[in-house]
């Protein structure tokens, strides 16, 4: 956050693949909003995922990004759901500050069957989600230890497991909000592409966020009475004001990041920070795939051997790398 100025005079016109931090001094608030269009567009379309799917993968890539951003080391931002539904999986890893790659794997009759159903859009992403866990890792390399919190998710949203795990974890009052469509981007392809925004505010104020008495698995004897913390107000308002904002503001190009500011907190005089470009990229290699097969027993490396070579697909980008198995023995 190396400058501020004024919500009005800043990304007026910048509309897509980026993260800008903003302030609320009035309400002691801090936060991010994210939007993401030819970013996300790439990621989806490399796997033809159904749309369901799709929008699902989005709006975690982008709550991945509205999270990592905020950590100031550099490593990785792990995002992973593992469920019983029809998503069984989601891996997004945001490598700090800018790049981002994200995969899925679904079971397609289930997923369809969903899709046929008619319910809201929450209720649908907790039918694919289903149950299971939501697990963040930040991991800021190989001289670091692990962090990882998990959540659970048991049918309900993205923002909800979100919310459970401020609540749970950091206890920090803290407000999201997700949303993900195809639009009609114009140009000579008349086609539609993907675009997901977010925007997280957090309760941050100067003498620190009044926390609430540990949560299970906390330190708190399960049974025990847990008594309530009385809501700020400044967190009342800025909660409530954020519940306002609507799925096509967060998505919508013409609608800018800084306008969406300024609609929901002028009169707090909100201000933003510098934004940062988010990027779609992988991490894949052809040397870091050889270097992964020489970590394989030699029996297990020859059962990969097909027609002379082995053929590593990545899971993230879906890039295909060919290996010649006599090199893996040098």
Same mark, same amino acid.
Do not use: M, S
């Given at each position: 956050m190396s400058s501020a100025a004024p919500a009005e005079a800043v990304l007026d016109t910048a509309a897509d693949d980026f993260v800008v931090p903003f302030a609320v001094e009035g309400l002691d608030v801090r936060g991010r909003v994210v939007r993401l269009g030819p970013a996300i567009d790439t990621i989806l379309a490399r796997h033809a995922y159904p749309e369901p799917v799709s929008a699902l993968l989005a709006e975690a890539i982008a709550l991945t990004v509205l999270l990592g951003s905020s950590l100031?080391?550099? +490593? !990785?931002? =792990?995002?992973?759901?593992? /469920? $019983?539904?029809?998503?069984g999986l989601m891996v997004v890893d945001f490598e700090m500050p800018d790049k981002i790659r994200a995969c899925a794997t679904f079971d397609a009759e289930r997923v369809a069957a969903v899709s046929n159903n008619e319910a809201t859009d929450g209720e649908t992403i907790g039918a694919l989600l289903g149950s299971g866990h939501l697990a963040m890792t930040i991991d800021a390399g190989p001289h670091t230890n692990r962090y990882q919190g998990v959540v659970p998710l048991d049918g309900g949203s993205l923002e909800e497991a979100a919310h459970v795990y401020f609540r749970q974890s950091e206890q920090i009052p803290t407000t999201v909000r997700l949303a993900a469509a195809r639009a009609f981007r114009? +140009? /000579? $392809?008349?086609?539609?592409?993907? !675009?997901?925004?977010? =925007? =997280?505010?957090?309760?941050?104020?100067?003498? +620190?966020? !009044?926390?609430?008495?540990?949560?299970p698995p906390g330190d708190v004897p399960e049974g025990a009475d847990i008594p309530d913390l009385e809501e700020a107000d400044e967190w009342t308002e800025a909660r409530l004001i954020l519940e306002t904002v609507e799925d096509h503001e967060l998505i919508d190009p013409s609608i800018s990041a800084g306008k969406l500011l300024v609609r929901l907190y002028h009169e707090r005089g909100v201000r933003v920070f510098d934004p940062t470009d988010i990027l779609e990229r992988c991490r894949c290699s052809q040397s870091r795939i050889t270097e992964m097969l020489k970590g394989f027993?030699?029996?297990d490396r020859a059962d990969m051997v097909k027609d002379g070579e082995i053929v590593v697909t990545c899971e993230f980008c879906s890039s295909r790398y060919h290996v010649d198995p006599a090199i893996l023995d040098d």
């Open positions: 100031k080391v550099e +490593g !990785r931002f =792990i995002l992973q759901t593992q /469920t $019983d539904g029809p998503v114009g +140009g /000579t $392809d008349r086609a539609y592409h993907w !675009r997901v925004g977010g =925007i =997280i505010v957090q309760h941050l104020p100067p003498a +620190g966020p !009044r926390r609430a008495p540990d949560l027993p030699p029996e």
